[in-house]
């Protein structure tokens, strides 16, 4: 068996508050954080990334902004000289632990629900994707999820590369009834 990686190479998440854990149970404000991680962006263009209304973003927006999911940048004028509030992602989300069984909503179908959003804008051919179907003892499970946690964290750690292309990645495991 292969050595589990150290466990202080993990980011340690702390428990989601309440108002976190509900914050992060919207499969759209998952996706206006995804939007917004590499760009900051109006509440009117994050609108029209997700195809939404822009009176309906806000909502989600606002939540995100009290909540410290996402930071306002300063005001900025528009092409006709309106005041625009630009928004970007703080990465607060990668640092927090929303797990159902500290008695918070649990997150899994929001986020389920925003990644078909997201790959529903993807053209075909344009992704990777695989599939396993495992028989794990408790501790090899454990383990598997320790060593992607690894590789996760480091590469969230990494500052964006200037020429770097955006990607998603998505990740569930979870238990194969027969």
């Known amino acids: 068996m292969t050595a589990q990686p150290d466990r202080?190479?993990?980011?340690t998440r702390r428990p989601a508050t309440e108002e976190e854990a509900r914050a992060l149970a919207s499969a759209v404000r998952l996706r206006i954080?995804?939007?917004t991680l590499d760009q900051a962006l109006t509440n009117k263009e994050i609108a029209e990334r997700l195809g939404r209304n822009p009176a309906s973003t806000l909502h989600h927006v606002r939540r995100l902004v009290d909540t410290g999911?996402?930071?306002a940048e300063p005001v900025r004028r528009g092409r006709r000289g309106s005041r625009e509030v630009p928004y970007r992602a703080t990465g607060k989300s990668?640092?927090?632990?929303?797990s159902h069984d500290a008695g918070h909503v649990s997150n899994e179908r929001a986020m389920l629900a925003a990644y078909l959003g997201e790959i529903g804008d993807v053209p075909p051919g344009q992704t990777v994707s695989t599939r396993?179907?495992?028989?794990?003892?408790?501790d090899e499970r454990a383990e598997l999820l320790t060593r992607?946690?690894?590789v996760f964290d480091?590469?969230?750690?990494r500052p964006p590369s200037e020429h770097g292309e955006p990607l998603g990645v998505f990740l569930m495991v979870y238990p194969d009834r027969p």
């Open 33 to 35: 954080l995804r939007v």
């Open 132 to 138: 396993l179907g495992l028989r794990l003892t408790a």
């Open 148 to 150: 992607i946690q690894v």
């Open 154 to 157: 480091e590469f969230a750690r």
């Open 94 to 98: 990668w640092t927090v632990n929303v």
């Open 69 to 71: 999911f996402l930071a």
């Open 8 to 11: 202080s190479e993990l980011t």
